[in-house]
DNA sequence: GCCGTTTTCGGCCCGACTGTTTTCAGTCG
């Protein structure tokens, strides 16, 4: 059982525990259990007879660490079987319905027997709701349309395109007079992959108590909302009509560094950061950092005054995850993380010579206009052939006019012949060696998968690894980010065995096609890997992802350098990487 | 169930909004 299964089980078991009303500190410790269980690097069923070690893991005591043995060697443990006797697997899909919670829950099933959401429905349709106690009419109007919404689309939206939408709002907002600022806050400026709704934080002089009203009817009244959720004195929730839900609040300036680390989160730094501010007699709301003895305001208007006044160190939103960066940001220990503005190359491009839409010379004006001193151009190979790939003479006439290029633009940025090469299904790859001797890029990709197990996909990578011309390891593990498909290849095996050749490994900065996660990242750079993040870019304009790939190397807690292309120059990165045979 | 510069017991984060209420519980973030 992998790590994320564990994590699911605890937190399922939360939800069971919360529905049979059990004391809410214990649910709270099983729900940390299950973050703390899904940040590890180490898969815990290599630790199931070092229980010392689960131990060690914060939030993780004698009682967890049992149940976690217990769900690595039997597959499910005591209280999660006591509490399925008593409830049933459907009822926690019912708590992801709005308005519905474990009290709501274990109502409808103590009341009337309701256990999943077509029964709910069909109790709600049927006035049955309306009778229960606290569950009016507008409450079961509310439900029915909440089922529909569910059923339609509960997906999270991916980080690029949540940034879409909120630029797009963020610009109707400020047609408003008086409004200066606005952030969006939330998993969004934590750089999650993917984003459950959109927390826009709005502060300029529009914004103070005595005249926020009348901001508040305008973001109500935006054109672009569907439907109306909820608007409050400072609040307003919304959805679009692709049913991504927008939260809007309008603050105060003085106290918009309070609201902005409050509504960053994640909930679980949060709840660890307030603990923290108790300790020294303080108290921390979305409003103010105050002194618990006579209501004094110790900080309120930066999010860095706050993390100061509690002795920390200002700790990046891409951290914010309770995975250990308060302890690093006390001890003053916070890696500096690696920035868009180390980048210095990327080294995975496409032409129009096979699936790409602009030409080398247009890659490489708009990589300079990029700020980036080196690229390399990585077309596909022969066997990906809807892709236009190469075979052996067209990649060599290719690397032909890639030196020509790199001539014409006379060092002001170097352009490096490369090829993105398919690994075929016994591993071997679908050019020669002497083709590839020619490139200074050769990355390695898998990018079928037939019906290969997981053992035959993980020994056809790792005896491509072993061809001394491959310099760069593509997109591992072919995961797809929104349907978190599971991996195809043992990642850990890969890695281990690429640091150990000096293979570097891709992280894809585009959102679309990224597939080593934050924990991946962490993995590799565990393990010794040398690591490049590139863009994998179609066209132009596809060299700006270069920024959510960072971001993903931030929050895996990455620096300057952890990373090969932030080197100065070509020759630099290529005497870094492994040596030509 | 976890945890400890208040350490083996007694604590454990904060506030707004909604719907159903006549003062509040539940949900949400």
């Known amino acids: 059982m992998d790590n994320i299964s564990i994590a699911r089980l605890l937190d399922e078991t939360a939800a069971l525990l919360e529905i049979d ?4 500190f214990r649910i709270r410790s099983y729900r940390r259990a299950a973050e703390a269980v899904e940040q590890q690097t180490t898969q815990l069923a290599t630790l199931v007879n070092e229980p010392k070690q689960l131990m060690a893991i914060p939030g993780i005591g004698k009682g967890m660490a049992a149940n976690i043995v217990a769900l690595l060697t039997t597959g499910t443990m005591p209280l999660r079987e006591e509490l399925l006797l008593k409830y049933r697997p459907s009822m926690l899909e019912l708590l992801r319905l709005p308005g519905m919670g474990p009290k709501s829950v274990a109502l409808v099933w103590s009341a009337l027997e309701v256990s999943d959401i077509d029964g709910l429905e069909a109790a709600a349709k049927a006035g049955q709701l309306a009778k229960l106690p606290r569950m009016g009419e507008k409450f ?39 409004i200066e600022v606005i952030t969006p806050a939330g998993s969004l400026r934590r750089g999650r992959e993917t984003v459950g709704d959109l927390d826009l934080l709005v502060t300029g002089p529009a914004c103070e108590p005595d005249v926020v009203a009348a901001a508040v009817e305008h973001v109500a009244g935006l054109p672009l909302i569907d439907k109306l959720l909820a608007k409050g004195q400072n609040k307003v929730s919304f959805t679009l009509r692709n049913n991504l839900q927008v939260d809007v609040r309008l603050l105060p300036r003085a106290s918009y560094g309070a609201a902005l680390q409050y509504f960053t989160g994640s909930k679980m730094h949060n709840v660890a950061l307030r603990q923290r501010a108790i300790k020294r007699g303080l108290t921390l709301s979305e409003y103010a950092l105050l002194r618990l003895e006579d209501n004094v305001i110790v900080a309120a208007a930066s999010e860095e005054d706050i993390y100061h006044a509690l002795d920390l160190d200002y700790i990046p939103p891409e951290l914010r995850e309770n995975g250990g960066e308060l302890e690093a940001a006390a001890a003053h220990t916070l890696p500096v993380l690696i920035e ?78 490369g090829i993105e090469v398919d690994i075929l299904a016994d591993g071997s790859l679908d050019l020669e060696d002497a083709t590839l001797a020619e490139m200074d890029i050769v990355v390695a990709s898998v990018h079928t998968h037939f019906n290969q197990t997981q053992e035959e996909m993980t020994a056809r990578v790792l005896r491509a690894l072993e061809n001394p011309h491959v310099r760069i390891l593509g997109h591992p593990t072919g995961r797809k980010v929104l349907s978190r498909e599971a991996y195809a290849i043992d990642i850990d095996a890969v890695l281990r065995r690429a640091a150990e050749l000096g293979v570097a490994v891709e992280h894809n900065a585009s959102p679309a ?11 590799a750079k565990q393990h010794g890997c040398r690591i490049v993040v590139d863009t994998d870019a179609h066209a132009t304009e596809e060299l700006g992802q270069m920024r959510y790939g960072v971001t993903q190397l931030r929050r895996a807690w990455l620096t300057k350098a952890d990373v090969l292309n932030t080197l100065e120059s070509a020759e630099e990165l290529l005497g870094a990487m492994r040596p030509k045979p």
Do not use: C, W
């Open 340 to 417: 868009l503005g180390d980048i210095r190359g990327d080294l995975h491009m496409h032409t129009n010579e096979s699936d790409g839409r602009d030409s080398i010379l247009a890659m490489a004006e708009a990589a300079m206009a990029r700020g980036l001193k080196y690229i390399a151009i990585t077309d596909h190979s022969k066997a990906l052939a809807m892709t236009n790939g190469l075979d052996d003479a067209r990649a060599r006439a290719h690397v032909k006019r890639i030196r020509e290029v790199d001539a014409e633009l006379g060092g002001k940025i170097r352009v490096l012949p």
């Open 513 to 523: 096609r990224a597939d080593l996660t934050d924990l991946n990242l962490r993995l």
């Open 140 to 178: 079961a109007a509310k439900l029915l349309k909440g089922i529909e919404d569910y059923r339609k689309n509960s997906s999270r939206f991916r980080i690029d395109k949540a940034q879409g939408f909120a630029d797009t709002i963020s610009g109707m907002i400020r047609e408003f007079p008086g």
């Open 21 to 24: 009303s059990a004391d809410p």
